[in-house]
């Protein structure tokens, strides 16, 4: 069975930086796509920033030039290296691991950035 689990998350004041991790493991050999998302309190989930196994990225507009998402293949881990940190950026972030056809989640880890 698929795990999917988050760390790293924490309480960070505005222009500080966090690094989160994730790691997939259990029965699938490799993911095609990797990547965080997000959920504000009363807000929908949100992409952040996803990582092909081959290396493409794509970030959402709000964190271009401020996060890096890397993975490390042999591990089915993803990491989100999240600089410049503002209270926009508060929310549960959640790792996506995907091996076609089948998505997994984490649990989600908090990150709140105070001002």
């Known amino acids: 069975q698929v795990q999917v689990m988050e760390f790293g998350g924490g309480l960070v004041q505005t222009g500080g930086s966090l690094r989160l991790s994730c790691a997939a493991s259990?029965?699938?050999?490799?993911?095609?796509?990797m990547g965080w998302y997000r959920q504000a309190p009363g807000k929908q989930r949100e992409l952040v920033a996803t990582?092909?196994?081959?290396?493409?990225?794509n970030y959402a507009d709000s964190v271009k030039g401020r996060f890096a998402i890397s993975r490390d293949n042999a591990k089915n881990t993803v990491y989100l290296q999240m600089n410049s940190l503002n209270p926009e950026d508060t929310a549960v972030y959640y790792c996506?691991?995907?091996?076609?056809?089948?998505?997994?989640w984490g649990q989600g880890t908090q990150v709140t950035v105070s001002s």
């Open positions: 996506n691991a995907y091996s076609s056809p089948f998505t997994y």
């Open positions: 990582i092909t196994s081959g290396g493409n990225t």
């Open positions: 259990g029965g699938i050999f490799s993911f095609n796509t």
